[in-house]
């Protein structure tokens, strides 16, 4: 086999490399300069999303495993919490950089299957206007840092394939390791991406030894977590049954997989490259030794779509696909028709759709009266979060038995912003049965009365002697979001230990 790439080939000592063209040492860097120019400006102007908050309140109980996660994200909030008092712009320091990263990354891959600066150069604006890319950056999320592993896992492999330096496969391994303990999806790349090897090649990366190395490595990282889960019932997959309900409720369900995913890509520029670099990969004779990484994101595809998935979990392919792309773009393999949407002038109107949709580009007074079409995609739940707590304060101030009353939210954004807010402003330690704040602290046995915030308490009618309304949250900023208006509820007279009444409460839905 003999790799087709620019510069010269060389074959020594069973060894194959191929020379690759210089790094795109001014465009590659000027685009990631200004995505992530671009991202730090609108860092910090709204506040917190409910699951960043949910991370900070993770990380305030650290443990080896989640219900609904492994541990590097509560962590990696924890650490920036430290940095910054109260800043959701220094929380999404790490958001910022991976995005950043991701664009080199990209490029990089790129070069390595023989692209010179103009494909890297696509390649790298490419990933810059990604609406999944550019939205990620945005917040401190696992569907932000598993993309960035990615890339960087599929670059180690690539470049692998063509200098076949092993070691690049031990790190291979450590990279894998973090992505299974962000979130454990890399696991189907893996399993695809071997089967696929072994059919097409390259067929001697199975036999590395370095490989498996790195695999006993990805495998001691991710222990604690596995031991972590089984000791406690394996809640990720009761957390992936739920998931999987929710994406069939969905407006449009499993059939809306494929083309919201395409969609993320970025329009019009991402979604026909992520599909043109598919194509590609799949039938190019120049990147045949690659091929393997074409039917890994139809593998990858497949197996999240009949997992009934969210459709972002297979956004780790992007970086490869659009690299791919961009190589045989600028290898002149591109339809004439079309070609002219790899130029910068397209980049400009890509950038132009991306930027309003997923970033905070409004002032935040003009968010009440603008029309939800024309709202960044989360905007809404970014507001409001230090204002409903203190809704919560003040039902919790007319208690009868403030010392025995707890605090429990239906759903777990709203716990993790109390847990943020509520201490400064006289609040108790909030619990909530909902996804994984169900494994975090529950409420202490003296809590027998609780103040209950959620719009249905019809679960706590059968422990509690009593439950009567008292207050309603209220964000103060006239917008409509899911925490506006929810209901405040007074329990009182619990007739049975928390042992017993807990697991009865939990809930998996969002």
Same mark, same amino acid.
């Given at each position: 086999?003999?790799?087709?790439?620019?510069?010269?080939?060389?074959?020594?000592?069973?060894?194959?490399?191929?020379?690759?063209?210089?790094?795109?040492?001014?465009?590659?860097?000027?685009?990631?300069?200004?995505?992530?120019?671009?991202?730090?400006?609108?860092?910090?102007?709204?506040?917190?999303?409910?699951?960043?908050?949910?991370?900070?309140?993770?990380?305030?109980?650290?443990?080896?495993?989640?219900?609904?996660?492994?541990?590097?994200?509560?962590?990696?909030?924890?650490?920036?919490?430290?940095?910054?008092?109260?800043?959701?712009?220094?929380?999404?320091?790490?958001?910022?950089?991976?995005?950043?990263?991701?664009?080199?990354?990209?490029?990089?891959?790129?070069?390595?299957?023989?692209?010179?600066?103009?494909?890297?150069?696509?390649?790298?604006?490419?990933?810059?206007?990604?609406?999944?890319?550019?939205?990620?950056?945005?917040?401190?999320?696992?569907?932000?840092?598993?993309?960035?592993?990615?890339?960087?896992?599929?670059?180690?492999?690539?470049?692998?394939?063509?200098?076949?330096?092993?070691?690049?496969?031990?790190?291979?391994?450590?990279?894998?390791?973090?992505?299974?303990?962000?979130?454990?999806?890399?696991?189907?790349?893996?399993?695809?991406?071997?089967?696929?090897?072994?059919?097409?090649?390259?067929?001697?990366?199975?036999?590395?030894?370095?490989?498996?190395?790195?695999?006993?490595?990805?495998?001691?990282?991710?222990?604690?977590?596995?031991?972590?889960?089984?000791?406690?019932?394996?809640?990720?997959?009761?957390?992936?049954?739920?998931?999987?309900?929710?994406?069939?409720?969905?407006?449009?369900?499993?059939?809306?997989?494929?083309?919201?995913?395409?969609?993320?890509?970025?329009?019009?520029?991402?979604?026909?490259?992520?599909?043109?670099?598919?194509?590609?990969?799949?039938?190019?004779?120049?990147?045949?030794?690659?091929?393997?990484?074409?039917?890994?994101?139809?593998?990858?595809?497949?197996?999240?779509?009949?997992?009934?998935?969210?459709?972002?979990?297979?956004?780790?392919?992007?970086?490869?696909?659009?690299?791919?792309?961009?190589?045989?773009?600028?290898?002149?393999?591109?339809?004439?028709?079309?070609?002219?949407?790899?130029?910068?002038?397209?980049?400009?109107?890509?950038?132009?759709?991306?930027?309003?949709?997923?970033? *905070?580009?409004?002032?935040? +007074?003009? /968010?009440?009266?603008? #029309? =939800?079409? %024309? &709202?960044? $995609?989360?905007? @809404?739940?970014?507001?409001?979060?230090?204002?409903?707590?203190?809704?919560?304060?003040?039902?919790?101030?007319?208690?009868?038995?403030?010392?025995?009353?707890?605090?429990?939210?239906?759903?777990?954004?709203?716990?993790?912003?109390?847990?943020?807010?509520?201490?400064?402003?006289?609040?108790?330690?909030?619990?909530? *049965?909902?996804?994984?704040? +169900?494994? /975090?602290?529950?409420? #202490? =046995?003296? %809590? &027998?009365? $609780?103040?209950? @915030?959620?719009?249905?308490?019809?679960?706590?009618?059968?422990?509690?002697?009593?439950?009567?309304?008292?207050?309603?949250?209220?964000?103060?900023?006239?917008?409509?979001?899911?925490?506006?208006?929810?209901?405040?509820?007074?329990?009182?007279?619990?007739?049975?230990?928390?042992?017993?009444?807990?697991?009865?409460?939990?809930?998996?839905?969002?």
């Amino acid at each position: 086999m003999v790799i087709e790439a620019e510069g010269l080939r060389e074959r020594s000592g069973g060894r194959q490399r191929a020379e690759v063209a210089p790094f795109a040492r001014t465009p590659v860097p000027a685009i990631a300069g200004a995505m992530g120019a671009v991202l730090a400006a609108t860092a910090g102007r709204y506040g917190y999303f409910g699951d960043e908050l949910y991370f900070l309140a993770a990380g305030r109980h650290l443990d080896w495993g989640y219900a609904d996660q492994p541990p590097l994200l509560p962590l990696l909030a924890r650490l920036m919490d430290a940095f910054g008092a109260d800043s959701p712009f220094v929380l999404r320091i790490p958001a910022m950089l991976a995005m950043v990263a991701g664009v080199v990354l990209t490029a990089l891959i790129a070069r390595e299957l023989g692209g010179g600066r103009k494909a890297q150069t696509i390649a790298a604006a490419t990933f810059a206007v990604s609406i999944q890319m550019l939205g990620g950056g945005h917040y401190l999320a696992t569907s932000t840092i598993d993309p960035f592993l990615w890339a960087l896992l599929i670059w180690l492999l690539v470049r692998w394939v063509r200098t076949r330096e092993d070691r690049l496969l031990i790190w291979g391994g450590v990279v894998t390791g973090f992505a299974l303990n962000t979130k454990f999806l890399i696991g189907a790349f893996w399993v695809v991406a071997l089967a696929a090897a072994v059919v097409c090649g390259p067929r001697d990366l199975v036999r590395r030894p370095a490989l498996w190395l790195g695999a006993l490595i990805a495998a001691a990282m991710i222990a604690p977590t596995v031991v972590w889960q089984a000791a406690n019932g394996w809640p990720q997959l009761t957390m992936g049954t739920a998931i999987s309900q929710e994406v069939s409720a969905g407006w449009g369900g499993r059939a809306t997989f494929v083309p919201t995913l395409v969609m993320s890509a970025g329009v019009p520029v991402g979604l026909i490259l992520v599909c043109y670099g598919l194509l590609r990969l799949l039938r190019s004779e120049r990147l045949r030794p690659y091929r393997f990484l074409g039917w890994t994101a139809l593998g990858v595809l497949a197996l999240f779509l009949l997992a009934n998935g969210r459709y972002y979990y297979a956004a780790g392919m992007f970086a490869p696909l659009f690299a791919a792309a961009a190589v045989e773009i600028e290898a002149g393999q591109a339809s004439k028709y079309w070609r002219w949407i790899a130029t910068w002038p397209v980049y400009l109107v890509a950038a132009v759709i991306a930027i309003p949709q997923t970033l *905070p580009i409004l002032p935040r +007074a003009e /968010l009440a009266t603008t #029309p =939800e079409w %024309a &709202r960044p $995609i989360f905007a @809404v739940e970014e507001i409001g979060w230090r204002e409903i707590t203190e809704s919560v304060a003040q039902a919790y101030k007319t208690v009868p038995d403030p010392p025995r009353t707890g605090v429990v939210t239906a759903k777990y954004w709203q716990a993790s912003a109390i847990d943020h807010y509520g201490p400064e402003l006289g609040l108790p330690s909030p619990s909530s *049965p909902n996804r994984g704040y +169900a494994t /975090l602290p529950r409420p #202490p =046995e003296s %809590a &027998r009365d $609780i103040l209950f @915030v959620g719009n249905d308490p019809s679960g706590l009618v059968p422990y509690f002697t009593q439950v009567r309304e008292v207050g309603a949250l209220d964000n103060r900023a006239g917008i409509t979001n899911v925490s506006q208006g929810m209901k405040i509820w007074l329990a009182t007279g619990r007739n049975g230990t928390w042992d017993t009444v807990w697991p009865k409460l939990t809930d998996w839905g969002f």
